[in-house]
């Protein structure tokens, strides 16, 4: 079964960081591009990050560009966020999601469960 | 940028009703959009992909149709179990993006 595994939330304060993980399994890991989509409290879905299979190619969303790191280990199977210089508009739940035919720009068919990170003084 | 428009945001409607849900692009995105339902705590699930592909295991009630810039998600003889909120989602460009979501509501 395909799974995804996020982890590494809390509560963090302005200006802070914190690193998320996403445990992949059931599937091989190196050969999907992966993505972070985030949700605030009551709010829509916002596309964050995304990378390449092979970690050679990453994306960001304005929003985060400069101060998120995507990067994932592929003999570990585990996806990876650093955020940096975190701000309270950054407080969401975060999923990790994979894409259906492997690219960056793709359906997303399987998500995580969600971790949530909350940035507040 | 590519902006995604959904309508209406909130529908109350009655059980065996037919739903449509209309996800308009800022610019032509050819097939590349997706809908998701997603229920309260839990996390988006995929039900239609490039338009008009339904998702395995999705019920067949559950359709979508469009191209270009004009999306349509159809649900026929809603159930309750469909009370949630629907998003349209774009792959065709970098930044991927969001419609701002469509809430569902069971009478």
């Known amino acids: 079964e395909v799974q995804l595994l996020e982890s590494g939330g809390g509560l963090v304060q302005p200006g802070g960081s914190l690193r998320l993980s996403c445990a992949a399994s059931?599937?091989?890991?190196?050969?999907?591009?992966m993505s972070w989509v985030r949700q605030a409290p009551g709010k829509g879905l916002e596309w964050v990050s995304a990378?390449?299979?092979?970690?050679?190619?990453?994306f960001y969303a304005d929003s985060v560009r400069g101060r998120f790191t995507i990067s994932r280990d592929n003999s570990k199977n585990t996806l990876s966020l650093q955020m940096n210089s975190l701000r309270a508009e950054d407080t969401a739940v975060y999923y990790c999601?994979?894409?259906?035919?492997?690219?960056?720009?793709?359906?997303?068919?399987?998500w995580g469960q969600g971790t949530m990170v909350t940035v507040s003084s | 940028e590519i902006v995604l428009t959904q309508s209406p945001d909130f529908q109350s409607v009655t059980p065996k009703e037919k739903v449509t849900i209309t996800c308009r692009a800022s610019q032509s995105i050819g097939s590349s959009l997706h809908w998701y339902q997603q229920k309260p705590d839990q996390s988006p699930k995929l039900l239609i992909k490039?338009?008009?592909q339904s998702f395995s295991g999705v019920p067949s009630r559950f359709s979508g149709s469009g191209s270009g810039t004009d999306f349509t998600l159809t649900i026929n003889s809603l159930e309750a179990e469909d009370a949630a909120t629907y998003y349209c989602?774009?792959?065709?460009?970098?930044?991927?993006?969001f419609g701002q979501g469509t809430k569902l509501e069971i009478k």
């Open positions: 059931g599937f091989t890991f190196s050969n999907y591009a």
């Open positions: 989602h774009q792959s065709s460009s970098l930044p991927q993006s």
């Open positions: 990378i390449s299979g092979s970690g050679g190619s990453t």
């Open positions: 999601a994979k894409g259906y035919y492997g690219s960056g720009q793709d359906a997303f068919h399987i």
């Open positions: 490039y338009a008009s």
